[in-house]
């Protein structure tokens, strides 16, 4: 089984700082999800899917904070949806 890994490197206009990203095929993504999110858990960067070719889906870290407010900013645009007021 041979994989394909290809990392985009972003410079600053200093040319000091640099964030390196990973890209993995839509086919290297569903034999390796595990693995690969086990990365993106570990290492707190975000990772590019591709098919075909063309990038589709970006997969990074969330903290549980990040998703709790998420979540919360989601259920009050629910209830605005539905007419719904807290009193």
């Known amino acids: 089984m041979t994989f394909t890994i290809i990392i985009a490197i972003k410079i600053d206009i200093t040319g000091k700082e640099f964030e390196a990203m990973k890209f993995y095929t839509v ?13 993106i858990e570990n ?17 990074c870290f969330i903290t549980d904070e990040a998703f709790s ?5 989601k259920e009050k645009v629910r209830e605005k949806q539905h007419g719904k007021r807290n009193l």
């Open 69 to 73: 407010l998420k979540e919360n900013v």
């Open 27 to 39: 086919s290297e993504l569903r034999q390796r999800a595990t693995q690969i999110v086990t990365e």
């Open 43 to 59: 290492a707190k960067e975000e990772v590019i899917i591709t098919k075909n070719g063309k990038p589709v889906v970006l997969m």
